[in-house]
């Protein structure tokens, strides 16, 4: 099955800089990059995706990067606020049926004012 | 668009006895739900996938009989925790696919259930 390795656990940046958050899959057939941010104690709430036919998509402060042949996708976000602090994770998944999704561990992300 | 409701928020309740946790797409047909646990500052642990009138698929390790789903309509499934003990206490979480085709999932606010 797939499995999704992700890094780093803990990030901590000053406000205004950008942080990066790298993920890994293992199954060549996944084709669905989700990523999702969690506010403690609240759901996951999904920021952003990508699917294997781009290599980057953008959404404001927010840019997903894919690398289909090195089978890793990374979350980048700029001009971070504190707002920005949170849980952040991936997650891959084949789109077909009803496949699920395979999370990463999870990233715990800090803005330092 | 595309909310997902959970109920109730917050539950506690006593050894050996069974709780039920709905799950309901408020805006939205899912003919597809899945059911997570999520223990503290761990990922997302995914339980079983809920299909609309057919048996639900559980993971490995994830005992049926005592996780029993119902997915009995296109906007709501239900997880009762049977028989619940202590390390049954955690976060679950459900989410909902938006219809045939799609793939987003969109999570309930989850349920943080409590066993004394």
């Known amino acids: 099955g797939e499995n999704v390795e992700q890094h780093p656990s803990t990030l901590s940046v000053q406000e205004g800089d950008s942080a990066v958050i790298k993920c890994t899959y293992s199954?060549?057939?996944?084709?669905?990059f989700p990523w999702y941010k969690q506010e403690l104690g609240k759901r996951p709430q999904l920021i952003i995706d990508?699917?294997?036919?781009?290599g980057e998509k953008k959404d404001q402060r927010i840019a997903v990067t894919l690398n289909k042949t090195a089978k890793h996708f990374s979350l980048h976000i700029t001009e971070t606020q504190p707002e920005d602090s949170a849980v952040y994770f991936c997650a891959a998944s084949i789109d077909f049926g009803n496949e699920k999704l395979t999370f990463g561990t999870g990233t715990r992300l800090t803005i330092i004012p | 668009g595309a909310v997902v409701s959970q109920h109730p928020s917050r539950v506690i309740c006593k050894s050996g006895t069974s709780v039920k946790i709905e799950c309901r797409s408020l805006?939205?047909?899912?003919?597809?739900m899945f059911w997570y646990r999520q223990f503290p500052k761990q990922s997302l642990m995914l339980m079983a996938t809920s299909n609309e009138g057919s048996k639900a698929t559980y993971e490995q390790g994830v005992e049926k009989d005592k996780f029993l789903i119902n997915h009995a309509s296109l906007t709501l499934s239900t997880l009762t925790v049977t028989s619940a003990h202590p390390e049954d206490s955690s976060f679950y979480i459900c989410?909902?696919?938006?219809?045939?085709?799609?793939?987003?999932?969109?999570f309930g606010p989850g349920t943080r259930l409590t066993v004394t």
């Open positions: 989410s909902a696919r938006p219809g045939t085709g799609a793939i987003e999932q969109y």
């Open positions: 990508i699917r294997s036919n781009v």
């Open positions: 199954d060549s057939a996944s084709n669905y």
């Open positions: 805006d939205f047909q899912a003919t597809t």
